[in-house]
């Protein structure tokens, strides 16, 4: 009995110091993001650390499918496509080691997010609504938000 109740003592102490903040905040990040149509339409994303930190490689707006959420509109800022589900990845355990000030980039296509993009776009402009949490102390992370228009074919 005193086993279990060591261990539930251990886990409350762990969890309300999660919770009162005593572990540190996720560290800031700047995140922009730049619409590109070669080869295939994509967002262009470039992570800018503002303290020096480690993350897994598939945690990045571009590491996994799940990384980043996109959201399409047009002019009315009407959702043009429904959230796709994709198969869970099975992401590496890459760390990757960021330095202050260090800039890191990175490819998200759009077309497996929204197959349709092309035909849309070629009745007006598409806005890409994009939100990024950093995954370090992602429960206290606050979203990185973003947007960019795809100009329609001219």
């Known amino acids: 009995m005193a086993s279990r109740v060591t261990g539930l003592i251990v886990v409350l ?33 470039d992570v800018r650390a503002r303290a020096a930190h480690a ?22 800022g009407k959702e043009l496509c429904p959230l796709l589900a994709h198969p869970i990845d099975d992401p590496s355990d890459e760390v990757v080691n960021l330095t202050l000030g260090q800039v890191l980039g990175g490819r998200v296509a759009l077309l497996p997010r929204c197959p349709a ?10 806005t890409v609504e994009w939100a990024y949490t950093p995954v370090v102390h992602k429960l206290e992370g606050e979203p990185i938000h973003g947007r960019v228009t795809m100009p329609s074919p001219k």
């Open 117 to 126: 993009l092309l035909a849309l776009g070629a009745h007006g402009p598409v």
């Open 55 to 76: 993350v897994f490689e598939a945690d990045l707006p571009w590491g996994n499918f799940y990384s980043v959420r996109l959201t399409f509109r047009n002019a009315a």
């Open 13 to 45: 102490v762990a969890t309300a110091g999660f919770a009162t903040g005593d572990q540190p905040l996720a560290p800031q990040m700047i995140v922009d993001a730049r619409y590109v149509s070669d080869p295939e339409p994509a967002l262009l994303f």
